[in-house]
């Protein structure tokens, strides 16, 4: 059984590259935090695979997200602060995981690749 996590960005604030980067390891990271240490561990030996797809808005954001919640796996949402290229609060990405592939396939398996 394979681990993975998957980053969900908002392609509608079309960011630019390193601010999506940056956000996207924030995601990873709070996701990493939240998580079980068995979870991250298994993962880890595995060398620790992310998937970055896309999702169209905040909407579809906060929806996927809720989906994996209620599926049971760890999420994190990424608010960003303003100081650079976007407003203070908005919601920019977010992480699923690390957790079995299959169960985040489950929520995620449709989204296009980033």
């Known amino acids: ?3 993975k996590q998957v980053i969900l960005m908002r392609v509608d604030l079309k960011l630019p590259r390193g601010k999506a980067c ?3 390891a924030h995601a990873a990271v709070e996701a990493v935090l939240k998580s ?3 979870k991250v561990s298994a993962w880890r030996k595995e060398g620790m695979p992310k998937i ?3 999702v169209k808005d905040e909407k579809e954001l906060l ?3 809720q989906k994996a919640k209620d599926d049971g796996l760890t999420t994190a949402l ?3 602060a303003g100081r650079t290229v976007i407003a203070p609060g908005t919601k920019t990405c977010g ?3 690390p957790d079995e592939e299959d169960k985040v396939d489950a929520v995620t398996g449709k989204l296009p690749l980033l």
């Open 22 to 24: 940056a956000q996207s």
């Open 95 to 97: 992480a699923i995981g």
């Open 63 to 65: 929806s996927y997200l």
């Open 36 to 38: 079980s240490e068995k």
């Open 1 to 3: 059984m394979g681990y």
């Open 78 to 80: 990424i608010t960003d």
């Open 52 to 54: 970055v797809l896309k």
